[in-house]
């Protein structure tokens, strides 16, 4: 993949902004604050995804205004393409090459990036919550039918808890569940599996990138934990019995214990888990090899390489490590925001942009 002119308009702080990348590294400089993250912001958005940042749609438009625009020139699966996404307090709606304006989510698998800020360090000690989004938002970029079955089991999830809360209330209660429960293991199902298949194809790629990046000879290792089964005894009918076996406990708590939405990943490092036991440094090494594989799963998947974003990484990072992660840019275009420009000048070529308040100025 490779984008050729980004153009923004009402975002955030930026009033209107036009950068054309070159086809290596692209970088954004300046001080805290001045707009380089929403820039970057802007770019991820075209995925389909939401916002890595967790923000409101409406917090994405420029004060005082009323509709967003992004537009992007960009050359993906052998040809050149077009998107536009316009935000407002109607959500995000977007159009691939001049066709029929739809909901922002049928981006996906149409644009592919790997983002990686500062938040996704949390990824190794943070809330099981962390790693389910790390894996719903890779999988939802290659494949349609995923983003298609967390859609459906949101909505089925929803509408048990609701019923849940509401027992007392409701005659045919024990029936609906029912209906419900087979609804979500029939979803739920298609989810865990394709979250272990995931798993279980990356996790060597991810152990040699975490020795690459770290320089060490830790073992690491990962697996996807299921609340609803284990993967060798994954079917639709046995999510089924466990939802069922479950049904007591969940009418006690008000809600539902157990499935894709309670499942997490396990790290190790050298055997222990890597939330008590690892450094920060490792836990950078981790999360960073975790993202370099990320990019080289949608690669294997889709044969495009996706756009790296990479927001204020390299402040994160020491010396070795900030060479390591630039030797593995090659070959991908990126886009990468930093205070201190040098540091990347000295060790790559670079296409540079100034942001100060919102206004983009290209270096020459």
Do not use: W
């Amino acid at each position: 993949m490779r984008i050729y002119r980004h153009e923004i308009s009402n975002y955030r702080n930026i009033g209107h902004a036009e950068l054309e990348f070159c086809d290596s590294v692209n970088v954004l400089f300046g001080m805290n604050g001045q707009g380089k993250t929403n820039i970057l912001e802007s770019i991820f958005l075209l995925s389909g995804a939401k916002s890595f940042r967790k923000s409101k749609d409406r917090d994405l438009i420029r004060n005082d205004e009323m509709v967003s625009i992004i537009k992007d020139e960009f050359e993906a699966f052998g040809r050149k393409q077009q998107i536009e996404l316009k935000i407002n307090d109607d959500g995000r709606r977007a159009s691939l090459n001049r066709g029929t304006q739809g909901p922002a989510s049928k981006l996906a698998g149409s644009f592919l990036c790997s983002v990686f800020s500062p938040e996704h360090l949390s990824l190794v000690k943070g809330a099981p919550e962390i790693r389910r989004t790390f894996m719903d938002t890779l999988l939802c970029q290659i494949s349609p039918g995923y983003l298609a079955s967390l859609k459906l089991y949101t909505r089925f999830l929803i509408q048990k808890n609701n019923l849940l809360k509401d027992m007392r209330s409701i005659a045919a209660a024990y029936d609906l569940i029912e209906v419900f429960d087979q609804q979500l293991a029939e979803e739920g199902y298609k989810i865990t599996k394709m979250r272990y298949d995931l798993c279980s194809e990356i996790v060597k790629d991810y152990s040699e990138y975490y020795r690459s990046v770290s320089s060490s000879d830790e073992e690491v290792d990962f697996k996807y934990v299921s609340t609803l089964a284990d993967s060798n005894e994954l079917s639709v009918e046995t999510v089924l019995k466990t939802y069922k076996e479950n049904q007591k406990e969940d009418v006690i708590r008000g809600y539902c214990g157990a499935g894709p939405h309670r499942d997490d990943i396990y790290m190790t490092i050298n055997g222990q888990d890597m939330r008590v036991y690892a450094s920060q440094g490792q836990q950078r090494s981790a999360v960073l090899a975790l993202k370099m594989t990320e990019a080289e799963y949608m690669e294997k998947k889709t044969g495009e390489k996706p756009i790296l974003l990479l927001d204020d990484v390299l402040s994160e990072l020491d010396s070795t490590r900030q060479d390591r992660l630039i030797e593995k840019l090659k070959g991908f275009q990126s886009v990468i925001t930093c205070c201190d420009p040098n540091i990347l000048k000295q060790k790559t070529i670079t296409k540079m942009f100034e942001v100060s308040k919102g206004e983009v100025s290209e270096c020459i």
